[in-house]
């Protein structure tokens, strides 16, 4: 027995409803067993959850998502990706070969789970590069589609134009009142030569993700004068390891067995622009060790006006990663399409659970145009602040900016004799 086959008897126990399926093997694949779960009652309309990435495994993430999902009498489907956690290795316990990781190999998964489950027609529900593989399967697989939720929103291997233009109008012009300062100070901090343009854009481009104009703000603000570097480095070092293929994140997060689909496939890397706010900066390293671009395996955008079944288009209002324009134009596209904003940043599958869960529900009942009616805009408004799974980030965010802010003071204050509330001679 491998060591990933041991692994999932062993996890069998804590994730209910795992299961796999034995893939052929094929002339760029050998046989391998894919991981699924199927939780809940088997119903009518089934959901099939596709996290984002690639990269993002789906047993082990999402366990505490399909418990509440179980609770709300839903049938969920997840589909652990080929080449990563426990859909890693083949037969034999070797990894996967990186030409057997591709997106019409992905799509293919999914329709080979809906045949052995004896599902029909399923509600798909894609977040971030689960869109792109949501609508692939749409434009593949057509009949089997009940309903659709894409929650933030990815379109081509293009978008990135999109991203780049988003984000700097923003943070870098300043054309919003919110973040008009914020923007200056961001021009200036770059100027005085204290940080690079790649490292301050990614540090703002989270801080307002997470926290919004407001901490943005403050934090630049602090920046300038020299006291947050010690917050400066935590928020510049979040998010790092998404693109390392570390032994600690096995099982959670694997960028390097789906790096192809990554930059062969989507383009992650395109050539930067020498601009500020250019997502492909933060995979140029990444990128050098695979093939480049070649072509993405879908014209999404030219089959988005065919797309008949109920369709949900999730977006957040701070999304710098799949931002509005973008939810938009699919929503502009596709007949019929609703488009739910909510005051997020990126994902409503992983920041915003319970906002996701009522969504679904409301697809696999097929009653999607309640989402528009006054009632269920107030609910989704509640269910946004009470289930954030990022909320306690801009806390520790202004905690460390108070902290570094204090401890910058109390020199200050020794050298006039007076001493701080609280502290003793």
Known sequence: MTRDQDRLRRLASTSPGLRTLRRPATTNCPEFDLAYTRTGQPSATPVVVLPGGPGLASVLPYRRFRRRATARGLDVVMIEHRGIGLSRADTTGHDLPRAAVTISAVIGDIAAVLEHENIDAAVLYGSSYGTYLACGFGIEHPHSVAGMVLDSTVLSAHDHHAV???????????????????????????????????????????????????????????????????????????????????????????FGPVAGIAFTELNYAPPPDGGPFDPA?????????????????????????????????????????????????????????????????????????????????????????????????????????????????????????????????????????????????
């Open 164 to 254: 780049r233009s988003h984000a700097r109008s923003l943070l870098w012009d300043g054309q919003h009142p919110d973040t008009e300062s914020s923007a200056r100070l961001l021009r200036d901090l770059i100027a005085g030569g204290t940080h690079t343009q790649d490292d301050a854009s990614d540090v703002a481009r989270l801080t307002y993700e997470f926290g919004g104009p407001a901490l943005l703000q403050r934090f630049l603000k602090q920046a300038t004068s020299g006291k947050a570097q010690r917050t400066w480095a935590f928020v510049s070092n979040l998010g790092r390891s998404e693109i390392e293929d570390e032994v600690a994140t096995r099982f959670w997060m694997e």
């Open 281 to 425: 900066t933060q995979f140029i390293s990444a990128a050098a060790k695979y093939p480049p671009f070649s072509k993405e395996p879908f014209d999404i955008p030219a089959h988005l006006s065919r797309f008949r079944w109920p369709t949900v288009i999730i977006t957040g209002s701070r999304d710098l990663r799949t931002p509005r324009p973008i939810a938009e134009r699919a929503h502009a596209s596709i007949p019929g399409s609703i488009l739910l904003g909510i005051d997020n940043g990126h994902s409503a599958l992983d920041t915003h659970q319970l906002v996701a869960l009522h969504v679904i529900e409301r697809m696999a009942q097929n009653q999607s145009n309640r989402l528009t009616r006054p009632s269920d805009t107030q609910i989704i408004r509640q269910l946004a602040v009470r289930g954030s799974a990022t909320r306690f980030l801009p806390h520790i965010i202004s905690t460390r900016l108070r902290l570094e802010n204090a401890a910058d003071t109390l020199p200050r204050l020794s050298r006039f004799g007076l001493r701080a509330p609280g502290t003793r001679r």
